[in-house]
């Protein structure tokens, strides 16, 4: 009856150290859990594709040290990965303001494939303004970007469609010099752009602004020399401003291209009956 009693003592002692060996084991890997750097945590999820699950790892490291450029980084690239281009941005741009040398340099291209992506996201929402601002930026980080230029180019001409759809022609010609600016021998810009002029000065001249109506016919006559109607326009804008010499002259421009155009003829005739 002894040994039984003395076993039983010894089978609970023995459970008793087995369990108070395990409550200070979880709680050993609870504090070192806890105490670990989340930016490694992180960075461990990262590298095995868990994006989601690593970005609040990298949001701790960057909250309790906000000068730790590396954690911006990764936690921006987090996000890019998942597709979450403009929660990338503000991220990679600290981490761009917080580094140096080739960090720097790997935060700028990353911050490229962040800015694209929402240029992207944006033109296929309809926001043409906001896309068209971030593939600008992108060019201004590095101008032989092609791929970015040609995308600003498709966007402005979907802007400047819409705005002219709309009757903001003055912002559509503005959109239009955007993309010569971009791509000087674009033949479709230049066609469109002077079609934009021409329907925006002949709106002025109708409405009496006769004097804000002469800039856009002289811009007509650069892109447009042999056009002989830009010059009858610009001599109309000129005659109704008082301005009667300058008119005389650019009417008989326009009677050198076309001389026998009966709206220029009938111009010169109420001109020099002034």
Known sequence: MGLQTGR?????????????????????LSTQ???ADPFEQGLALFKQGKYEKALPFFERSVESRTDFAKGYLYLGRSF??????????PPIRTAISLSTGKMKQEAANVLLDALM????????????????GHLKEILD??????????????????????????????????????????????????????????EFAERLLQEGRFEDAIEPYSEL????????G???????ALL??????????????????????SEALSLFREILMQ
Request: aromatic share 8%; with cysteine.
């Open 80 to 89: 890019l990965n998942l597709s979450k281009w403009h929660k990338a941005i």
């Open 240 to 261: 109704k401003n008082g301005d009667i010499v300058k008119a005389l002259q650019t009417i008989k421009n326009a009677l050198q291209k076309d001389p026998a155009s």
């Open 141 to 198: 980080i590095k101008p032989e970007f092609i791929k970015a230029r040609d995308e600003l180019v498709k966007t402005l001409f979907a802007f400047a469609d819409k705005l002219m759809s709309e009757g903001l022609i003055d912002e559509a010609i503005l959109r239009y010099k955007e993309i010569l600016a971009l791509a000087p021998a674009l033949l479709r810009a230049q066609e469109d752009l002077i079609r934009a002029l021409s």
């Open 8 to 28: 039983l003592k010894i089978q609970k002692l023995l459970f008793l150290t087995v369990a108070i060996f395990f409550i200070f084991s979880c709680a050993g």
């Open 221 to 228: 006559i650069e892109l447009a020399p042999e056009e002989p």
């Open 33 to 35: 859990s806890d105490t």
């Open 230 to 236: 830009a010059y009858i326009g610009l001599a109309k």
């Open 117 to 132: 992506g929402a240029a992207l996201l944006e033109f296929e929402k309809g926001d043409l303004d906001s896309a068209a």
